[in-house]
């Protein structure tokens, strides 16, 4: 009966992070000891002062739809995190809270994307940019990046790449799936070549903002010319251990806030009241209140970084921010391990689930063929079993 389907959804492809994460459940409650690295998600338990302000608001009988763009409130709270952390200055009416950045990030898209509208994605990318594009009947134009280069799109790769039906730019700094971080020059030089096309808009994707080991962050919206013409989306899915309580946010120009908050108007409506009561007192608390998570993130980088750099054939770089490695892995293409023939990155990624039980993600997914990605959201222990198996499957 999929005849009966939409060509949008006949022709969407489905989360590649997802179905790795769906696959290695299956094998778990078959009995298998399967490590799951594929998730983008903290294995920290959410802040218990966040969890009180959630107790607090139930017990105060918040259970009525709220506003569709967020309590007046939280967005306050939003307004000045963008100002304490992003030196950004924004409005109520520049504010939208919806359910997880995910929506905010469809929102946009299907706010200001036409039939036809060429969207740039530095490659790697996430995984649901592509799709959530293709859905607004845009065109995704992937920008090759390089391990040497740290996965950071050029000034020059950028102006290659605009034509005149380019309408967006997508990034995400930290980012998923390579870690990297554009720091305030790399930024300035991208911007230097937007402001000779005053066409085009820019979504930045900050959710990983706070998992940051570079010593600082810097939002595009803030370089000279940008602030009209880019949207910042953040959320505190990651950087509070808060990805199942669904709350995203953008600080973008007045007029196409309101857009979205007429899309969400007859999407979903408001995102979850509790929820929302809570991310008033994450964005609320100094960032030293997570510090703690941050730390454990960036001792993990070090130690998966030191143990994938004993396998021959890995190819690594230093990642500064989130919680993912990003390794070159082509060296293994044309080589048969454990009887199958490794041709790309999903054969790599599938042998690594059958023969070692470790779940990786296929850099493919991403928009990168010759790479896998690792998450390192496990514990120490997890990561030294994973990398110790992939290890003795690779060097069998």
């Not at 950045?101 to 469809?106: P, R």
Request: hydrophobic share 40%.
């Amino acid at each position: 009966m999929s005849k009966l389907l939409s060509e949008r959804i006949l022709n969407m492809s489905t989360s590649a992070t997802l179905a790795m994460a769906a696959k290695a459940r299956e094998l778990k409650s078959e009995g298998q000891d399967i490590i799951g690295l594929s998730l983008g998600e903290p294995d920290f338990n959410t802040p218990d002062f966040i969890k009180e302000a959630a107790k607090e608001a139930i017990d105060q009988n918040y259970n009525s739809y709220s506003p569709v763009d967020g309590y007046g409130d939280l967005k306050t709270a939003i307004i000045n995190k963008f100002k304490r952390d992003n030196n950004l200055e924004y409005k109520p009416s520049q504010i939208v809270v919806s359910t997880g950045a995910k929506q905010s990030l469809a929102n946009v898209a299907m706010a200001v994307i036409n039939p036809g509208d060429e969207v740039i994605l530095p490659a790697p990318y996430w995984v649901s940019y592509s799709e959530i594009v293709k859905l607004a009947e845009g065109i995704p134009v992937e920008v090759a990046t390089t391990i040497e280069n740290d996965f950071k799109m050029t000034p020059d790769q950028l102006e290659a790449a605009i034509t005149p039906k380019t309408k967006m730019l997508w990034y995400s700094s930290p980012c998923n799936p390579s870690g990297s971080v554009y720091s305030k020059e790399e930024l300035e030089a991208l911007a230097a070549v937007l402001r000779k096309h005053p066409g085009i808009i820019v979504v930045s994707d900050e959710i990983y903002e706070h998992i940051n080991f570079s010593g600082g962050h810097f939002s595009m919206a803030s370089c000279e010319g940008m602030y009209d013409r880019t949207v910042t989306v953040n959320g505190v899915s990651k950087a509070f251990a808060m990805t199942g309580w669904r709350i995203g946010y953008i600080g973008a120009p007045e007029y196409l806030a309101r857009a979205c908050n007429k899309i969400q108007g007859q999407i979903t409506s408001g995102a979850n009241c509790i929820a929302q009561r809570a991310t008033i007192a994450a964005l609320e608390a100094p960032v030293s209140k997570i510090g703690y998570m941050i730390e454990k993130f960036h001792e993990r980088r070090d130690l998966v970084l030191g143990l994938l750099g004993e396998i021959p054939g890995m190819k690594l770089n230093v990642p500064e921010g989130a919680f993912y490695v990003f390794p070159d892995i082509s060296d293994f293409f044309g080589k048969t391990i454990k009887g199958k023939t490794i041709n790309n990155a999903t054969d790599l990624s599938m042998l690594l689930l059958e023969e070692a039980h470790v779940a990786t993600v296929t850099g493919e997914a991403f928009g990168n063929p010759n790479c896998i990605r690792i998450s390192y959201a496990a514990s120490e222990a997890e990561l030294k079993e994973a990398i110790k198996r992939i290890k003795d499957v690779l060097t069998a």
